[in-house]
């Protein structure tokens, strides 16, 4: 049988073709790289609250906020429990007067 040549391959074409193989190696490193970025970054266990952190007197916590060292508690009886961040010790407690902010609608 005839064997013909093989087709000879210009340079330019030849450097296009590792060029464009190149940059799909360098795309696919980098979208691994922000995957792993963007996981590493949203694996947070969440914020620290002390073990000891207890409610006395039956209240039931409706919200809680945390600033710099410490943590409040809104109870459902009209309280802001104010407690330290690493103990748990009460730093203060607040009691709001029903209606006091407005009027409240009952449903």
């Keep these: 049988m005839d064997e013909s040549p093989e087709p ?3 340079a330019n074409l030849r450097f ?3 060029l464009v ?3 799909t190696g360098i795309m696919v490193v980098g979208l691994v ?5 963007l996981v590493m970054r949203f694996r947070d266990d969440g914020p620290i609250l002390p073990e000891n952190l207890t409610l006395e007197d039956g209240a039931v916590a ?6 710099d060292g410490w943590v409040a508690i809104v109870t459902t009886d009209n309280r802001i429990l104010i407690h330290d961040r690493i103990t748990g010790a009460r730093r203060q407690e607040i009691i709001l ?3 006091a902010f407005g ?3 009952e449903h």
Excluded: D, K, W, Y
Excluded at 33 to 37: A, D, E, G, R, S
Excluded at 62 to 67: E, F, K, L, R, S
């Design 97 to 99: 007067s029903p209606g």
């Design 33 to 37: 790289t922000l995957v792993v970025l």
């Design 8 to 10: 000879i391959e210009p």
């Design 62 to 67: 409706q919200a809680v906020t945390m600033g």
């Design 16 to 18: 296009l073709r590792l």
């Design 21 to 23: 193989t190149g940059m």
């Design 103 to 105: 009027s409240t609608v």
